[in-house]
């Protein structure tokens, strides 16, 4: 039962400085990024930057690169059945939506829905 209390206490702790976090603005400066990553069976190390906020400061545009290795079978040594790991990369660019805010569209303001 204490652990519980004690547990119900921290995770209260969390939920309030969360709440309390998201009334802070959103900051409108260029941002960059690092991010270790898996897709499939492939690994990854990625870097990544996004602009600041345009258009009343609803979007933004986002770019990410990302250095991936593809893990296969050695097509040199098929006898030995040993992995290989292929470098490549990929690319991405792509718009960043802010939702929860008006925004102005052809003359007419949009109010976010409440819940």
């Known amino acids: 039962m204490k652990k519980q209390m004690i547990f119900l206490c921290l995770l209260s702790v ?14 409108n400066k260029m941002s960059l990024g690092f991010q270790l990553n898996q897709y499939q069976r492939d690994f990854g190390l ?37 992995m290989t790991w292929t470098p490549y990369f990929n690319i991405c660019i792509g718009l960043v939506g802010v939702s929860g805010k008006s925004a102005i569209l ?10």
């Open 14 to 27: 969390v939920l309030i400085q969360t709440v309390k976090a998201q009334e802070n603005e959103i900051s």
């Open 106 to 115: 052809c003359g007419y303001t949009v109010k976010a829905a409440r819940s």
């Open 46 to 82: 990625g870097i990544q930057a996004t602009t600041p906020y345009f258009a009343q400061g609803n979007m933004a545009v986002r770019f990410r690169a990302n250095y991936m290795y593809l893990e296969h079978l050695d097509t040199e040594n098929l006898l030995d059945l040993e």
